[in-house]
């Protein structure tokens, strides 16, 4: 007969094991930009709360808005989201770097 301990600990035992094996490799650092996806319907206006809220999705510590015709480094910061937007400031893509 199974000692009911002993098979509640083996099945504990098991899914500690199971649930560190699915765990990310390595979680992102700090202040640093990783990539996310949103979804709009419509795209919107940038605005200072969009950019927060972008800010906050990507984990990034800068954001850097990129409007037609001005000049930018081409430094990779892997810190900064980079927000493009056409030339009437609507949301054209935002990716990290």
Known sequence: MFNINAV???ILATSLVLGACSMPAMAAQAGQCKAFTLNFVVAPEVTPALL????KESGATLVRVEKPGDIFTQEVNPNRLRVI???NNILVRYLCG
């Open 85 to 87: 937007v056409d030339k």
């Open 52 to 55: 927060e809220m972008l800010r």
């Open 8 to 10: 509640t600990r083996l």
